[in-house]
């Protein structure tokens, strides 16, 4: 899973911010995996871990499910 779609639904649905804000709250998560604040860009792979991690923190802070299209 590519960050790009990811990033661009979740600044829609919300605001430009909430991607931001996303990857700081996950942080230690993407670090485990060597990826760094600095470092990620659309094109950045997210692990099936990360990306579930993600999903569930959009869902518990945004009250949003991340739609299947996203994962393609």
Known sequence: MKVGPLKKWIEEQKDTFAWTRTT???L???NKEKI???TI???TILSDEIYGKIKELIKKRYDLE???FIEN
Do not use: G
Request: zero cysteines; proline letters at 13%; a negative charge.
């Open 24 to 26: 700081i709250s996950l």
């Open 28 to 30: 230690p998560e993407f």
């Open 36 to 38: 760094f604040l600095h």
């Open 41 to 43: 860009t659309d094109d």
């Open 66 to 68: 991340v739609p299947n």
